[in-house]
């Protein structure tokens, strides 16, 4: 069985390590099995791509696509073109694709123009908001998908309503928790942690990073006014995404309590997560983390494609409206937030049984 694992953007790595992980096991029991890992260059940033490959141990890639700016369009068709290339050149029986980003798509296209089977790692979740690059990202990907692994029962009944065959899903749970279960005991402190006078369970931290919250210089900067006015002034840490940079320094708009950061490593990222107050985010793959780690998260977005997070775990969805960010930190503050729970299968072992299906199932 030829692997070829595909991983793209910051999301990937985190969920390629466990799997990498578990194929490398199998191949010291001596299963017939073997990979190569691309990276496509999607993110090109050292902090949100070459950190995380040092930080999780992950195998250096095989190839490097270098695929870096441009427009969506302009990347999906550069990283189709290198990617066939390489499927050329490396032949592959099952590619494996994760998460929802632009490299997902592409290589799943390739794959399947090439006749190679695709399996989607994280098939399944949808947000039902067409407006989010990832929707269409994910919609794509899944309906020219093989092998489905989900990370809940919601995503199977997503996949189950668009007519996939029950045989070809398999709930397997969550190989970003994996990730976060085996660094747990690593996080570590950032360097501005003492300097800002952190103090665990008494600051929050901040990520924003959708086009709808910071493609704007208004509607970010009403957003800043409304977590700032509403926090008690405490300290926020606010790792600032490459793509809010851009909007971010022109806004006039400036509060003492919060407090801009370059973006910041998997450890060091996840430690100012774990001891913080609550995290205010717009992010999908943050409110996973949260739910497992018991940090309440108020997510700013009117969707998500994870409800378990906010079904089972600690997440809610309060969107960007002042007024309900207002009533949600009032909630926080007022010791009325919810506990949460770990959902199903999020307990640490999703990658292994990702590779024990490869290995049971797919292979000739």
């Given at each position: 069985?030829?692997?070829?694992?595909?991983?793209?953007?910051?999301?990937?790595?985190?969920?390629?390590?466990?799997?990498?992980?578990?194929?490398?096991?199998?191949?010291?029991?001596?299963?017939?099995?073997?990979?190569?890992?691309?990276?496509t260059g999607q993110h090109y940033d050292?902090?949100?791509?070459?950190?995380?490959?040092?930080?999780?141990?992950?195998?250096?890639?095989?190839?490097?696509?270098?695929?870096?700016?441009?427009?969506?369009?302009?990347?999906?068709?550069?990283?189709?073109?290198?990617?066939?290339?390489?499927?050329?050149?490396?032949?592959?029986?099952?590619?494996?694709?994760?998460?929802?980003?632009?490299?997902?798509?592409?290589?799943?296209?390739?794959?399947?123009?090439?006749?190679?089977?695709?399996?989607?790692?994280?098939?399944?979740?949808?947000?039902?908001?067409?407006?989010?690059?990832?929707?269409?990202?994910?919609?794509?990907?899944?309906?020219?998908?093989?092998?489905?692994?989900?990370?809940?029962?919601?995503?199977?009944?997503?996949?189950?309503?668009?007519?996939?065959?029950?045989?070809?899903?398999?709930?397997?749970?969550?190989?970003?928790?994996?990730?976060?279960?085996?660094?747990?005991?690593?996080?570590?402190?950032?360097?501005?942690?003492?300097?800002?006078?952190?103090?665990?369970?008494?600051?929050?931290v901040l990520t924003l990073h959708r086009?709808?919250?910071?493609?704007?210089?208004?509607?970010?900067?009403?957003?800043?006014?409304?977590?700032?006015?509403?926090?008690?002034?405490?300290?926020?840490?606010?790792?600032?995404?490459?793509?809010?940079?851009?909007?971010?320094?022109?806004?006039?708009?400036?509060?003492?309590?919060?407090?801009?950061?370059?973006?910041?490593?998997?450890?060091?990222?996840?430690?100012?997560?774990?001891?913080?107050?609550?995290?205010?985010?717009?992010?999908?793959?943050?409110?996973?983390?949260?739910?497992?780690?018991?940090?309440?998260?108020?997510?700013?977005?009117?969707?998500?494609?994870?409800?378990?997070?906010?079904?089972?775990?600690?997440?809610?969805?309060?969107?960007?409206?002042?007024?309900?960010?207002?009533?949600?930190?009032?909630?926080?503050?007022?010791?009325?937030?919810?506990?949460?729970?770990?959902?199903?299968?999020?307990?640490?072992?999703?990658?292994?049984?990702?590779?024990?299906?490869?290995?049971?199932?797919?292979?000739?």
């Open positions: 069985m030829k692997l070829t694992i595909v991983a793209g953007a910051r999301p990937n790595f985190i969920k390629i390590a466990p799997i990498i992980e578990a194929v490398n096991f199998k191949i010291k029991q001596g299963v017939n099995i073997s990979y190569r890992l691309v990276h050292e902090k949100m791509s070459g950190s995380f490959f040092k930080e999780l141990n992950i195998t250096t890639p095989n190839i490097n696509l270098e695929v870096k700016e441009g427009t969506t369009i302009q990347q999906i068709a550069a990283i189709m073109v290198k990617f066939e290339e390489e499927l050329i050149q490396n032949s592959s029986d099952l590619v494996l694709v994760v998460g929802d980003v632009n490299s997902t798509l592409a290589c799943a296209l390739v794959a399947q123009k090439m006749g190679i089977k695709v399996a989607h790692v994280e098939g399944g979740i949808r947000s039902g908001d067409w407006n989010m690059p990832e929707e269409i990202n994910r919609l794509v990907t899944d309906s020219i998908t093989n092998y489905f692994f989900t990370t809940s029962i919601y995503a199977n009944q997503n996949l189950r309503r668009s007519g996939v065959e029950n045989e070809r899903i398999f709930f397997v749970g969550n190989t970003m928790i994996d990730t976060l279960n085996k660094n747990l005991s690593r996080l570590k402190e950032p360097k501005f942690f003492k300097e800002y006078e952190l103090k665990e369970k008494d600051y929050f086009p709808q919250n910071v493609d704007e210089v208004e509607s970010l900067n009403e957003l800043l006014k409304a977590i700032s006015k509403n926090t008690r002034n405490k300290k926020i840490i606010f790792p600032v995404h490459p793509r809010t940079k851009v909007i971010l320094d022109q806004l006039s708009f400036e509060t003492n309590n919060i407090i801009r950061a370059q973006p910041l490593g998997y450890l060091e990222f996840n430690f100012l997560v774990k001891n913080s107050l609550a995290v205010l985010t717009d992010s999908g793959g943050i409110t996973e983390e949260t739910t497992v780690m018991g940090v309440p998260c108020i997510t700013l977005r009117d969707t998500t494609e994870r409800p378990e997070t906010s079904i089972v775990g600690t997440n809610e969805l309060v969107g960007t409206n002042p007024e309900l960010i207002k009533k949600a930190l009032e909630k926080l503050f007022a010791g009325n937030w919810k506990k949460g729970s770990i959902p199903e299968k999020w307990d640490g072992h999703a990658a292994m049984r990702i590779v024990d299906i490869i290995c049971n199932n797919f292979s000739s």
